[in-house]
């Protein structure tokens, strides 16, 4: 029986793959540092949690700005419950007011 390292051609693969899996790992964390996600380990928890008070008063500002457009949405479903209102409102009522006003008086 050969030993394994005895046949170079059946470690090539192998060394191929493990340097494909390395450099992916290596290219992942690298997007995830230039793009500002926390690296995390294993279980999904950051190792490096930024507690300063920069990201803090960046989520006070998303919350406020997140109650801004909640609000601007609600304001707007009004709005469109009106349209809706006027729109589905007896279509014909309007038809009927202008051809009265087309009618010649006697």
Same mark, same amino acid.
């Given at each position: 029986m050969e030993s &394994? =390292?005895?046949?170079?051609? &059946? =470690?090539?693969?192998?060394g191929f793959a493990c340097a494909v899996v390395t450099l992916g790992w290596v290219a992942t964390t690298?997007?995830?540092?230039?793009?500002g996600y926390p690296l995390e380990n294993q279980w999904g928890k950051a190792v490096y949690p930024k507690t300063d008070n920069e990201a803090v008063e960046r989520v006070k500002l998303l919350t406020q700005?997140?109650?801004?457009?909640?609000?601007?949405?609600?304001?707007?479903?009004?709005r469109l419950a009106n349209v809706e209102r006027i729109v589905t409102d007896d279509s014909h009522r309007l038809t009927n007011e202008i051809e009265a006003l087309r009618a010649p008086k006697n």
């Open positions: &394994i =390292l005895a046949n170079p051609s &059946i =470690l090539w693969p192998i690298w997007m995830r540092i230039k793009n700005e997140n109650a801004e457009l909640r609000a601007e949405i609600g304001s707007m479903k009004d």
